[in-house]
């Protein structure tokens, strides 16, 4: 699914906040089932270039910048677990 909804919101040409929020709303459900490298990559990436679009009022920008930093600490949360199990990992060798 998310395969598929990203690239679609990425093509939008678009500059309109109703349509930046509508897409905000969609990448909201992504990014709660996509795996952290996803979003990563490609997730933020997408949520960035509309949150700095040039019609949001600061309300709007807000609600990106929420998503933003809610994703970010939750992509920052799992790859910092993934490095400490490695660490444990290879002192266990």
């Known amino acids: 699914m998310q395969e598929k909804i990203v690239p679609l919101i990425r093509a939008i040409k678009t500059k309109e906040p109703a349509v930046a929020m509508a897409a905000l709303n969609v990448l909201r459900q992504v990014g709660g089932i ?10 933020l990436p997408v949520l960035w270039t509309m949150g700095l679009g040039p019609l949001l ?6 609600a990106f910048m929420d ?20 660490h444990i990992l290879l002192s266990t060798l």
């Open 67 to 86: 998503l933003i930093k809610s994703l970010s600490s939750r992509v920052e949360s799992e790859q910092t677990k993934k490095l400490q199990v490695h």
């Open 34 to 43: 996509a795996d952290a490298e996803f979003v990563a990559i490609d997730l």
């Open 57 to 62: 009022d600061l309300q709007q920008f807000q």
